[in-house]
DNA sequence: ATTTATCATCGTAATATTGCAATATATAAA
DNA sequence: TTTATATATTGCAATATTACGATGATAAAT
C-alpha cells in the first residue's frame, strides 16, 4: 500500500517516525553538514555542493523546514539557511529519551 | 525517481540515512518499544499487541535485523527477538555524534 | 501421519519518495 | 523597463515503501 496506518500508533510514536523520516536521507544529511560547517550563513551554494538539481535541493529544504529543523531567512533575493539550534536540541532530547528508554531486558 | 543517488554521498552519510530509514516508521518504533517493555523474550506476541498482520510485521522485524537492532532466536517453533544492546548502543553514539558535530554557528 | 501453530516469503495493489525539466516568482542589476 | 540571478512550485517518471492474502517451511501436538 505504501501508505503507514498512523491511527493505531500513539502521538510519540508517530512523532518519532516523522523526525527520523526527515532525517533518512543522504542528501538531506549532506546539507545539514554542509550549512552547519559555514562560518556564515550561507544559502544556495548547496546546489553547487550537492550534485543535486536545483529543484530537488529546493524540495529537500522544505522538508527541513517543515519539522522546523532548520530556518530560511530571506536576504534579498538569496535565502539564508541555518540550522534551528533549539529545535536541534529539543529533537536530540528526544531521540535520546527513546534510545535510553528502549533498551532490551532479555536475551 | 524514487531512487536516492547514494553514489554522490560519502558513506557515513549513507550510513546515518539507512539508520535513519529503519527507524523511520511507527510501526518499527512501536515493535521496539513492545519489545524492550517485556521481561522475557517475547515473540509474536507483536503481531496481537500491534494492529496490523503478521507478514507486515514479518517483514518489519527483517527490516529492524538488516541493520542488527535486533536479534532472533529460534525456540522451537517460535521465534524469540530482542535488541541487539551493542548494536543499539553503537548506534545511539552514532546519532549523538551526528547530532553534537553536526551544529550551526550562525544566525 | 496428520493436524495445528508459528513464522517467513512471494506476489501484488496502493501510496510515498526521489529527482528533474519546465515554469513561476521575486529581487537586484543594468 | 529589461535582464539576470536566486529560489519555489508544478508536473511527471521511476523507484521505494507499506500492507496484506496466499503460500511455504518447520516444529510441536494429536
Redesign the pocket.
Known amino acids: 500500500?505504501?501508505?503507514?496506518?498512523?491511527q493505531i500508533f500513539n502521538v510519540d510514536q508517530n512523532q518519532m517516525a516523522t523526525i527520523f523520516?526527515v532525517l533518512?536521507?543522504?542528501?538531506?544529511i549532506a546539507i545539514l553538514e554542509y550549512i552547519s560547517k559555514q562560518d556564515a550563513c550561507i544559502?544556495?551554494?548547496?546546489?553547487d555542493e550537492i550534485?543535486?538539481?536545483?529543484?530537488?535541493?529546493?524540495?529537500?529544504?522544505?522538508?527541513l523546514k517543515s519539522i522546523n529543523l532548520i530556518k530560511?531567512e530571506?536576504d534579498?533575493?538569496?535565502?539564508?539557511?541555518c540550522i534551528n539550534l533549539d529545535k536541534w536540541t529539543d529533537i536530540q532530547r528526544i531521540l535520546n529519551n527513546f534510545f535510553n528508554t528502549t533498551k532490551s531486558n532479555c536475551c
Open positions: 500500500m505504501g501508505i503507514t496506518k498512523t523520516k533518512a536521507n543522504p542528501a538531506r544559502c544556495n551554494d548547496i546546489v550534485g543535486l538539481a536545483q529543484p530537488t535541493i529546493s524540495q529537500h529544504l522544505k522538508e530560511g530571506i534579498g533575493k538569496k535565502v539564508c539557511y
